[in-house]
Structures are given as C-alpha cells and as structure tokens.
C-alpha cells in the first residue's frame, strides 16, 4: 500500500484510502449514534486486544477532533521523533468513511546501526459505535503520555468561541438524527405514490369556479400576488394509529367542506376537484391536534398504568420468589431432620440386632450346654450302671456254690474290689505320668493328665509360642485380637474329642474395650460349661497387666468364678510387675500389651506349674545363687539357660588360684569336688549335667 510523505516537519504520514469488504447500513449506523446520544460521556474496558474507549456521540467528536489535532502538530517543535500515519478506511464502494487508524512508532537503531521501530501503537477510531480501541506495545506510552494532553486539548474545543456543553450537544445529535432517520422513513413510504400526485402544485392551473366567494376570492389575490415565488414542496406525513372508539366518533363528525358551498376546480385533466374550504381546513385541523392531543394523553396513561403495572407485578414476582425461597429452604430443612432421624432409627435398629444376636447366640450357647449336660448325665448313668453289674453277677456266681448256712466273709470281698480298682487308677496313671517324677519339680499342686491332647488357646499374647519347642500333646490355638466371644465361637467349632485339658488365656482385649464385667464374666462362664459337656478340663490363665489398662477388676472375678465352678486359675499378674505395681516392661514389645521372648518364657513357666509343657527335663538351679526374681523362691524350678554364665564362679581365672582339682572340673559350676567323696560320683554327676546341658541347647 502507498504511503505519501507530508512536506511538513512533524513526520506525519497520510495513507492512502482502505476499504472492507461490507456495505454499510446507514439505518442500523444511525441507530447505534441515536443510542450513542444517550449514553454516558465515557466508560472503557481493558480487554486481551488493548484499551476500549465508548463514548457519547458528542464526546466522540470532541475526542476524534483533539486526538487529530494534537498528533498532527506532535512534532511542530522538533522534540519528538515518532512517526504519525493516518489511515481512513470506508466501506466497499469507498462512498462512507466508517473508521480510521492513526499508527503512532518510535524509530531507533540497533546495535548494528539499523534502522528498527521499537515501541509503538495504534489507535483504530470507529465512527458508527462511536469508540475507540488503542492497542500494540506502545499501549503504556499512549496512556501515560499522549492521553492525559488529548484530554486538555478536548476541554480546549469551543464552538463559535463558546465552551462545549456535551449534554446539549448530544441533544442537538439526536434531533439531527431522529430528523435525518424521519426524512427516509418519509421517502420510503411515498415511493409508492404516483408521480403526478408529488409534483408541485401550478396555481395557473386552478380555476376557482364561484368568484363571488370572499374566501376563494382572498386565496387568489395571494396566489397571484406571489406568482414569481416557488410553490411549497413540503408534505406533511400522518402515520397510521389506532384511535380508540370514542375518539373515532369524534372523527367521524367532522366535515372538510361546507355543504352550503358546492364550488368546484378542475385540475389539468378536467376533473373536478371538490372545493376547498379555508375555514373547515383549518377546524379540521384544531380537531385533529386536539384528537391527537387526547391521543398523546391516552398513551402517556397507558405508560403509566403499564409502568405501574410493572412494579406491581416486579414486587409481586419478587414475593413470590422469596415465598418459595423460604419453602425450599424449610422443605430441605424437613428433608434433613428427616434423614437424621431415619439414621438415628437405623443406626437403633442396628444396635438393637445386635444385641438381640449376641442375646440369641448367648442362649444358644446355655441350651447347648444344658442339652451337652443332659447327655453327660446319660452318659454317667450308663457307666454307673455298667459299674454295678460285676458286682450283681459276682453275687450271682458265688451265690449257687455256697451253702445256705456259708457267707463270703466281707474281708475278702473288699480285697478283691481294692485290687480291681487299684488296678485301673495303676492303668490310668501309667497313661498320665509318662516322665519320671521330680521331687522338687512336683512340690507344686499339678493336675493329672489323662493322656490325651492338651490345647493352649486364647489372644495374641500367645502368638510368640512355638509349639514345637513344647512336649508333643500340646497344641496352641492363637485368635490375634480376640476377645471372649470370639475365642467362645472358635471353641464350639472345634472337635475337641482329641482333647481332655485345655488352657484359656482372653480377657486382655475385653478390659481394654471397658466391656461389661457381668456380661464377660457370664461368656466366660459359658465356655467352661461347654469344655466340660466335652468330656473336657477346663484351665483358666489369668489375664496380663497391660499399660493405660487396669484388668484387676476383671482378674478378681474371674479368680471367685473358678472356685465357684472347682476350676484351676493361674494367676500370672504378680509375675509381670515389680513391688510397687509397676508393670515389668522387660516382658513386654513397645506397644506393652504383647509379650516379648522372656515374656513368652515367663507366661509358660506358669503354665508348667499346672501341666508339663516344656521338653526336656528339668534342671535344678545351683543353690547359691543370689540373683532371683522376688517372686521366686528355692521351690520353684527352672530350665538350664546357656547363655547366662554360672554366678559362683567368674568366666576365666587364674590358673595359679585352682588346685588340680578346680582346674580339672572348674567348667561343672555347682559342684565342688572337696565337698564329693568318690570319684566316680564326680564324674557322673558332671556327665549328667553337661548332657543336660547339651539336650536343652538343641531343643531351644
């Protein structure tokens, strides 16, 4: 596109015309500034594209004539060195202007001594919105710079040495407008009339046909006396309203012609014209304005009745959406007091399930009992039965051989029950006692085993048994997390007719939930009901100490329901905690409910006391040792551990403080040769305890 350089100083650029590629619609243009009259002076928008100014149509003008203004004498005085373009652009046919673009860049030099443009901007002016849009790189600079002396310069526009009043100049805007817009509504509604009925009137044409009438006669002398003037062009257009009924009527009485006068004109052709009456016209024309008058008043109340109307129905309307605001509100209200209270009678239905099933499970659990004791009764019957019939059958074999006057003297008879019985309590006790007997071992009360399966079962404090370091018969059954329910449940589904002891150790994790003592106690009650309808002894291990936790409450009342019911407890808590009722940590991991390995060891001990559980036998430890727990005494028992070294004696002496003797056996701690009088005993004895010694280091 040409550029065409200005001859002036200021390094103002005019380009040549641009043109779109649309027709402007002059209808819709006038609209959008008759809308621009009415608006405010100015308001912006900072948008992605740069800064949008809206005027009014007044302020557009003030603003498009100073902004011209000043960026064609920027660079009058020589202090700035940007370049200014004007470009105007119109539509398709290059016959309406409808905007135009002033480009404003600052020229510089590289580092290279070219020639670059840096900062610049342009400002697109659109005449059918009345607005502007500045935008590119240079924005700040527009902003800061230029736009605060544009503004100076529009408070300098006067008309005709007067200052602008942008309100009466949009006033006069509109006028123009709304005549501009009036005048081609007025064209294009009369270019459907003939052509002959929109030419001007010839007053040489008319011939008045009465001459007597004052009237016609005083039209003429003025028409003929202003023969050298122009005829009138202007037409007066009437739009078609509806007129109400009434004003219709009054209308319909009015009368453009005086019947009185029959007067006629003719027009070019000949035909005639109906006369023309000055005063009716102008009566016609007072009745006209006075109906349009009342019309004007019929509309201004109807606006105001529909304005009314409005707010009414608005305030209305408003009422009604706070009425049912207020209705949603209460309803979902309701709704949620409603669901809270169906959760709170599920959540109450479940509570009241459960306990229903732990009720049901619980009589269950004593019909089961009561029905497993009516068939231990049964079967205790049968065997007395069948316990009385040797007898019966011995009296009935001895009874034919004797004479009337012999008897069976009652010593002999008792001999021979005493030997019958003591022979079977021999059979049963070769089945219970299958280790030899140690005396020391079995100062303690122990329970006789009858040969069978022993179960260990209960909680998790039991998960650090290993069975196999246990004798043979005893099993160990481990619930993690269990409380007496639970280990209630597994029992019953077990088959214990391979068992005739089992040991129960719970209770720790119903403490911990605070359960109910009755109710733990009476479950408790129930499991050893069901043991013993096994044909089963029961066994109960006595509840740990844990930290946070006090179980003496529940220990107590387990103690009182097992000498009620003739049943051994072992009590386990004294050997976990010291002398002021601290809890031995020692025994426990860091949680301080399981056991560690010595803990594990020191639970078993207990047991051992009650039932033999561990393999091995048993070693007596050495009398002179001082380092015991205080709960301990010279009755009780322990096994050899082989990795603690003997207390008497330190690990290495020196060889010059043993005589031949100490230096020979000095690895036998406990047995001091000075104090054995045969050799052989020596020997024996030190070969019995390095066996000991040798067995319990493979089995652990």
């Not at 009342?294 to 707010?311: H, M, R, Y």
Request: glycine letters at 4%; proline letters at 3%.
């Amino acid at each position: 596109m040409k550029k065409i350089q200005s001859t002036d100083n200021n390094k103002t650029v005019q380009h040549q015309n641009i043109s779109r590629d649309y027709t402007l619609n002059k209808s819709k243009a006038l609209i959008k500034k008759l809308d621009a009259t009415r608006s405010e002076h100015l308001s912006f928008k900072l948008t992605g594209g740069g800064l949008r100014l809206f005027f009014s149509t007044s302020s557009f003008e003030v603003f498009k004539r100073a902004c011209t203004y000043y960026y064609e004498h920027l660079n009058t005085n020589g202090g700035d060195n940007r370049e200014i373009a004007f470009i105007p652009i119109s539509d398709k046919n290059n016959k309406n202007a409808v905007e135009e673009q002033i480009k404003v860049s600052e020229k510089g030099f590289d580092s290279l001594g070219r020639s670059i443009k840096r900062k610049s901007y342009c400002i697109n002016i659109y005449f059918t919105t009345s607005s502007v849009l500045i935008n590119g790189k240079g924005l700040n600079i527009f902003c800061e710079t230029d736009l605060p002396v544009i503004v100076v310069k529009m408070k300098e526009c006067q008309i005709n040495g007067k200052d602008i009043n942008l309100n009466e100049l949009n006033k006069i805007f509109e006028e123009v407008i709304l005549m501009e817009k009036q005048g081609k509504e007025d064209c294009n509604n009369n270019s459907v009339i003939d052509v002959n009925k929109t030419e001007h009137l010839n007053p040489g044409t008319i011939q008045i046909s009465n001459p007597n009438n004052n009237t016609i006669k005083s039209i003429k002398e003025d028409v003929s006396s202003n023969t050298n003037r122009e005829p009138s062009t202007s037409s007066v257009a009437i739009p078609i309203i509806d007129i109400p009924d009434d004003i219709q009527a009054q209308v319909k009485d009015i009368n453009p012609t005086n019947s009185e006068d029959e007067s006629t004109c003719l027009d070019g052709t000949g035909n005639t014209l109906p006369q023309l009456n000055i005063r009716d016209f102008v009566t016609t024309l007072d009745k006209l304005t006075t109906v349009v008058t009342n019309l004007k008043d019929k509309v201004d109340e109807l606006e105001i009745s529909i304005q009314a109307n409005n707010l009414s129905n608005a305030s209305s309307i408003q009422i009604l959406n706070d009425r049912m605001t207020a209705l949603a509100k209460v309803r979902m209200q309701h709704d949620q007091q409603s669901m809270n209270k169906m959760q709170d009678i599920e959540a109450e239905i479940q509570n009241v399930n459960k306990n229903l099933e732990k009720k049901v499970n619980m009589l269950q659990g004593k019909t089961q009992s009561i029905s497993d004791k009516i068939k231990l009764y049964e079967v205790e019957t049968i065997k007395l039965q069948k316990s009385f019939m040797p007898e019966e059958n011995l009296g009935n074999q001895c009874t034919p051989m004797l004479d009337e006057d012999q008897t069976i003297p009652k010593t002999i008879c008792e001999t021979i029950l005493q030997e019958h019985s003591h022979e079977l309590e021999q059979s049963i006790n070769a089945d219970i006692n299958e280790e030899p007997q140690n005396p020391v071992y079995d100062t303690q009360p122990k329970l006789p085993l009858s040969g069978s399966r022993v179960l260990i079962a209960g909680s998790s404090v039991l998960k650090g048994i290993d069975p196999s370091k246990l004798k043979d018969y005893i099993d160990v059954h481990v619930h993690r997390g269990a409380n007496v329910l639970d280990l209630y449940e597994d029992i019953r589904n077990m088959d214990l007719s391979t068992y005739n002891t089992i040991i129960i150790h719970v209770g720790g994790n119903d403490a911990s939930s605070k359960m109910n003592v009755q109710q733990f106690v009476d479950i408790f009650q129930e499991i050893i009901n069901f043991v013993r309808c096994q044909n089963c002894r029961a066994i109960v291990s006595g509840i740990l100490p844990r930290i946070q936790c006090d179980v003496t409450e529940y220990n107590t009342i387990l103690k009182q329901m097992c000498h009620y019911n003739d049943v051994k407890f072992i009590s386990n808590y004294e050997s976990f905690v010291y002398k002021d009722d601290h809890i031995a940590k020692s025994f426990y991991t860091t949680d301080g409910i399981h056991l560690n390995r010595y803990g594990t060891i020191k639970l078993l001990a207990n047991v051992n006391k009650v039932i033999k559980v561990f393999k091995g036998k048993q070693i007596q430890h050495h009398l002179n040792q001082q380092n015991r727990n205080r709960y301990q005494s010279s009755s009780h028992q322990y096994y050899a551990n082989n990795f603690r070294r003997s207390p008497t004696k330190p690990r290495y002496q020196p060889r010059s403080n043993m005589n031949t003797t100490d230096r020979r056996n000095f690895n036998h701690s406990g047995i001091n040769p000075r104090n054995v009088k045969d050799r052989n005993d020596l020997n024996m004895n030190s070969r019995d305890s390095w066996e000991n010694n040798n067995e319990l280091n493979r089995q652990m």
